[in-house]
Every structure is written in structure tokens, then in C-alpha cells.
């Protein structure tokens, strides 16, 4: 099992959580797993609460189909989620493909558009960089 991406992007959350909901914070220092479960759960409630901007339903952004980029990450989230923090190698290297593809479209978003995929980068940078090991540390 996969468990660190080489080099994530940081989003806002994600590195406020670095030091406060269960991720690895910026200095290496191992903070609980079930905190990161905890925030990756939060941010999915409120994401599936969120009805999918409409425009971007017949839409590609940056040559991205962004119903297939929310498909793609909700999917390895939803596993991430259901598997007590662990994800498989296929899923993480899908997971680590839509966290460049969140990158690349996500400054062409407008605001409501662009904090729905923030969301889904939130969630993608805190399940990459989940320890391997979904044990309390």
C-alpha cells in the first residue's frame, strides 16, 4: 500500500492540517491517524452535501473532464474512507494523477466552481500523505 506522495501540493487546508488534523505536519513530525480520518470524513460530508456546478458538467477545463476528475477522487476517497485510512496502489496513483489535474484547473474556476474541486484537492492531499500505517501513532 501506497501511503506518500514524492512531493504534494499543499492546498490551505491541507497545511493547516499539517500541524493540527492528522497529516504529517511540514517538519515531519507524525501527528494521529484518526484525526486525518476525521478531517478526510468532515470535508466528505460537506462535499457530498454540495450539488456539482452545473456548467461543468458537459465541460472540460485545461483538456480535464471535471465529471471524471469529482468520479475519479470520490471514488479513491469513498475506498480511503470505507478501508480505515488505507488505499491500494491503483488508487493512489489515480489519486496522485488528480492531484495534478486539480493543480492545472482550479485557478481557471470561477469561486463557487473553484471551492467545490478545492474540496476534492483538500481531500486528495490528506489521503496521499496518510501514513501507510492507519493505527493511532
Same mark, same amino acid.
Given at each position: ?8 501540493? $499543499? ?8 500541524? $493540527?488534523?492528522? $497529516? ?26 454540495? *450539488?456539482? *456546478? @452545473? ?29 480505515? @485510512? ?14 495534478? !489535474? ?10 463557487? !466552481? ?9 481531500? $486528495? ?10 493505527? *493511532?501513532?
Amino acid at each position: 500500500m501506497r501511503a506518500f506522495s514524492p512531493a504534494p501540493a $499543499t492546498s490551505d487546508f491541507a497545511e493547516k492540517s499539517a500541524s $493540527t488534523v492528522g $497529516t504529517w505536519s511540514m517538519i515531519g513530525v507524525p501527528v494521529r491517524m484518526t484525526d486525518r480520518l476525521a478531517a478526510v470524513a468532515e470535508l466528505w460530508n460537506a462535499h457530498t452535501q454540495a *450539488p456539482f *456546478p @452545473g456548467r461543468l458538467r458537459s465541460v472540460d477545463v485545461a483538456g480535464v473532464s471535471m465529471v471524471l476528475l469529482d468520479s475519479n477522487v470520490a471514488g479513491c476517497v469513498s475506498s480511503w474512507l470505507h478501508r480505515g @485510512g488505507n488505499i491500494d496502489d491503483g488508487r493512489w496513483d489515480i489519486l496522485a494523477a488528480c492531484e495534478q !489535474e486539480l493543480l492545472r484547473v482550479i485557478p481557471e474556476l470561477d469561486d463557487d !466552481e473553484a471551492a467545490y474541486y478545492q474540496r476534492l484537492l483538500d481531500m $486528495t492531499v490528506l489521503v496521499l500523505k496518510a501514513p501507510d500505517d492507519s493505527s *493511532p501513532n
